[in-house]
């Protein structure tokens, strides 16, 4: 039988280890809700979208007639605002029906592709060049440059669009910054939000499975049931 000093200091320990570990495990617990509760393709905001029609393209120049001085090593038909371009080499637009170079996309040119792969009732209020994002930026690991789109609407709608080949990227709101801000700290990664083999996390984690055990233990050092079993 355990004797009372081995008890406390179990008790002690547990104790400790709870006070220690709490807000993590409130943390797990409250993210791990959201996450349950919550509907993937809203957070990714595909009830934002809309489906732009694909056009059909003719009179396409041949890669003979482009006026490109570099060897071909991808090329991409994209459909910009309705009109053809290539994306050649993952750098550069050039027009697909008169071979023009075509040094990026506007600010203007941006909001109009935003609008189009956006639902209808989306009005953007703000539009702004991001050239470098952090680790923690909301568009972090997307292509830049990129036009930063903001729209009027309640759940603080942000669109992102390439100024290199003028592509959609991505749409940002309110619940799906919830649910990154909740994934980092579900995850304890708070630099990339994506690794889950840090060292806090294991230790967290071992932490939390002897705080567990512990608990067991106490358990059954008090527990009157297994004093009279033992005796």
Same mark, same amino acid.
């Given at each position: ?21 709490? =807000? ?6 409250? @993210?791990? +809700?959201? *996450? ?6 809203? #957070?990714?905001? %595909? ?8 056009? =059909? ?6 890669? @003979?007639? +482009?006026? *490109? ?6 090329? #991409?038909?994209? %459909? ?25 996309v506007s600010e203007e040119e941006a909001i ?120």
């Amino acid at each position: 039988m355990v004797n009372r000093v081995t008890s406390q200091r179990i008790r002690k320990t547990h104790r400790y280890l709870g006070l220690f570990l709490g =807000i993590q495990f409130l943390m797990w617990t409250i @993210s791990g +809700l959201y *996450f349950s509760w919550t509907d993937i393709d809203e #957070i990714h905001g %595909d009830h934002f979208r809309s489906e732009p029609k694909q056009p =059909i393209f003719t009179d396409l120049v041949g890669l @003979s007639e +482009l006026s *490109f001085d570099q060897p071909v090593e991808s090329l #991409i038909l994209k %459909d910009l605002l309705g009109e053809p371009y290539y994306f050649v080499n993952e750098s550069t637009l050039i027009h697909a029906q008169s071979g023009l170079i075509k040094p990026g996309v506007s600010e203007e040119e941006a909001i109009a592709i935003a609008r189009k792969n956006l639902r209808e009732d989306l009005i953007p209020n703000s539009v702004s060049l991001i050239e470098a994002t952090d680790a923690h930026h909301e568009y972090r690991g997307k292509k830049l440059p990129a036009y930063q789109i903001s729209f009027d609407s309640k759940e603080k709608v942000t669109a992102y669009v390439s100024v290199i080949d003028g592509s959609f990227q991505t749409v940002r709101h309110r619940d799906w910054r919830w649910f990154d801000f909740l994934w980092m700290t579900h995850t304890m990664d708070y630099q990339t939000r994506d690794d889950f083999n840090t060292l806090l996390l294991r230790s967290f984690s071992l932490l939390g499975l002897i705080t567990v055990l512990s608990g067991f233990v106490l358990w059954g050092v008090s527990s009157p049931t297994i004093r009279r079993l033992t005796k």
